[in-house]
């Protein structure tokens, strides 16, 4: 947003890491102690910060993100209602800067599916059957295709997935969506004369 | 004409551009509230391209997330204590600055949390888009507003244009019928109706509450409804606007004033659903078998009545939310331990809900262990107790007497829990660490918790009733 320009995202493959939990929460995607600052950076290394590391800071066993065949995956595979509660974008920020570019559940939350879809960060709702498979075959080597808006694995017949079209068509092309608002200025100065400002 | 909801209404109203099949509809927004937290970033976006505000008239500020609640650093005495908070603070006093936007400081005699200034200050009027980032925004519903919480990036959006990319989402009435019984209140109504659609019931829906046991509701009442209907994944919780809501607004500061104020009701008075306007859903909630509540897991959908008991069982998450609270299935609430007690959020900090704990309190010194904390919603309220002597209330328990501000909801500006305790909060969510990290928090109603502070264990406050 700050370039003016925003990058395409045409398809994501990658193994995925599986959380398998509904209903994660923002405050445990981002605790809010890590929400003190003016920056929108970062906060990758406090992602599920409390689930990840005990007290001390030590990574916590057992923890996917903490296993060593999660490294480098870019495919977070969560249950139902991913991202609901705070409206905090820093959940999608966290999750983009530790490395995710796609977050494949049951359902998402409303303001996390908007946030995620602002930060190229892709919410990819996949039917029931479809997420037990994912849930049960965690590593698998996944691919999600935007233009397409199917996912697919080797072993799992292809999955489609909605995608709000005018999201869909922004990140295929990458284009910058304030740039596109303001381009609206003209139907926004009629609509504030209509209402006498 | 097609006849239409309140939220059909105000939508219509405020689309500059209407939706079509490959586009979100622009709509307007009329009031934009700002806070230090979720803004900063979207300021410098703003920075980053040369970009104005659009309209600073339309935007008000507050301090309340991340700012500390004791008087001593509130008010300048000693510095704010976490850097980067300080930092958040400076951040949008120089940001409201520079882009002419009104904003409550530190010192402001109006400052407050942020759902419960706008409309203490008339700000908040029915018929309105508002937004702010923050999902508690919701609460401005109770005026029969449009009003919902959002992500930075469409902070900067609001910023820069008035207006917002939105999908209409769809409707859900929410029928409240009869009454409450005596000793129930609104928050354990609608911890009643999140247990009842789930934490994600209401997700892609706008909900109206309605029916008698709504219209019965006072305004800081109807406000701790709309507040927590995003705990059930709602984009928007409203209520219709009606002679409570009028005398709420009449004479405050934001509020129209002379022939302005007839013309602003006579407006006002169109904005209630058609007769035969209907939902998408519709949940029917019985009022009088509503008990007070309290919650027992780590969602506020794990409500159960105060007299009630834990399910006997469950599923994998239900298991790990017990174990995260060190309960077990099938156990009773009422008795169990309680360390701290937290009264205020923009759930229930209005000095009705002070009133509620004061009640309870007056004469009663905090349980041996239990510790207090009392943060009214806005430094209005705060002098408003004073004047009623309830400060004294809960000073003379043992409890803290704080300045205004977020404080232990939300965890991020010095107040919170430490890991185990059990906190009794009337705030709006009981997430896994959402008080402090490890900490453990049963949401419940302001009466709730004060019986709570005086007792050491869950205590239904009907039993305390003088």
């Not at chain 2, 700000?123 to 508002?130: A, D, E, L, S, Y």
């Amino acid at each position: 947003m700050e370039t003016g320009r925003a990058a395409a995202i045409r398809s994501i493959q990658s193994r995925t890491v599986v959380l398998a939990a509904d209903d994660v929460d923002t405050d445990q995607i981002i605790p809010a102690r890590f929400l003190t600052t003016t920056r929108r950076d970062g906060f990758g290394d406090a992602l599920f910060a409390d689930w990840r590391f005990d007290g001390e800071g030590r990574p916590r066993p057992g923890f996917a993100l903490n296993e060593q065949a999660s490294r480098g995956a870019a495919v977070l595979v969560a249950g139902r209602n991913f991202g609901c509660g705070s409206s905090r974008e820093h959940a999608a920020w966290a999750l983009r800067d530790y490395g995710f570019g796609a977050v494949v559940a049951g359902s998402f939350a409303d303001i996390f599916r908007n946030n995620a879809l602002k930060n190229g960060l892709l919410p990819v709702a996949v039917p029931a059957p479809a997420l037990a498979w994912l849930t049960a075959h965690p590593g698998a080597l996944v691919t999600i295709d935007l233009e397409a808006t199917t996912l697919e694995a080797p072993g799992l017949p292809a999955v489609p997935f909605p995608v709000e079209p005018f999201a869909r068509y922004r990140l295929l092309n990458g284009i910058d969506e304030l740039g596109y608002l303001l381009s609206q200025s003209a139907d926004i100065d009629a609509f504030e004369r209509t209402r006498g400002e | 004409m097609t006849p239409r909801t309140l939220f059909e209404k105000i939508w219509q109203a405020h689309e500059v551009v209407p939706e079509t099949d490959d586009t979100p509809a622009v709509l307007y927004v009329d009031l934009h509230l700002v806070h230090e937290v979720t803004t900063p970033q979207a300021f410098a976006a703003l920075q980053a391209r040369g970009l104005p505000v659009r309209r600073p008239g339309r935007t008000l500020g507050t301090l309340d997330h991340s700012t500390p609640t004791d008087a001593a650093q509130l008010l300048g005495r000693i510095p704010i204590r976490d850097e980067s908070a300080a930092a958040q603070v400076a951040a949008l006093e120089r940001n409201a600055h520079a882009h002419n936007i009104e904003l409550l400081g530190l010192g402001d005699a109006r400052r407050g949390i942020v759902h419960v200034i706008g409309p203490e200050l008339g700000r908040t009027q029915p018929g309105m888009t508002i937004v702010c980032g923050d999902s508690h925004t919701s609460t401005h519903g109770a005026f029969g507003t449009l009003a919902f919480g959002i992500g930075t990036t469409e902070v900067g959006h609001v910023l820069a244009t008035q207006c917002l990319l939105q999908r209409k989402p769809r409707s859900l009435a929410v029928f409240v019928e009869g009454r409450l019984p005596a000793g129930v209140g609104a928050k354990d109504l609608v911890l009643a109706i999140v247990g009842r659609l789930g934490v994600d019931g209401g997700t892609g829906h706008v909900i109206e509450y309605r029916g008698e046991a709504i219209r019965a509701l006072s305004m800081e009442e109807r406000m701790t409804v709309c507040n927590m209907s995003i705990e059930a994944g709602a984009r928007a919780g409203m209520i219709a606007p009606d002679g409570v809501t009028f005398e709420y607004l009449r004479g405050r500061p934001g509020a129209p004033s002379g022939e302005d104020w007839e013309r602003a009701v006579e407006r006002w008075q169109t904005l209630p659903g058609d007769a035969g306007a209907t939902f998408d859903g519709v949940v029917t909630l019985d009022a009088a078998a509503v008990e007070p509540m309290i919650s027992y897991g780590t969602n506020p959908g794990m409500v159960a009545a105060i007299g009630g008991s834990i399910p006997e069982s469950g599923d994998d998450a239900f298991m790990k939310a017990l174990r995260y609270m060190g309960f077990e299935p099938g156990e009773r609430l009422a008795g169990k331990r309680v360390d701290l007690v937290f009264i205020g959020s923009c759930t229930n900090s209005r000095l009705s809900d002070l009133q509620a704990a004061a009640a309870v309190m007056k004469n009663r010194k905090l349980a041996r262990g239990v510790r207090m904390l009392v943060v009214p919603g806005s430094q209005q309220v705060k002098r408003a107790a004073e004047a009623e002597g309830l400060d004294r209330v809960f000073l003379e328990a043992g409890a803290e007497w704080r300045e205004s501000g977020c404080s232990m909801c939300i965890g991020m500006n010095g107040d919170v829990a430490a890991a185990g305790q059990y906190v009794v909060s009337t705030s709006n969510r009981n997430f896994e660490g959402r008080q402090g990290a490890g900490a453990r928090t049963l949401l419940a109603g302001p009466a709730t918790a004060a019986a709570a502070a005086v007792t050491g264990r869950v205590t239904d406050p009907r039993e305390l009733a003088a």
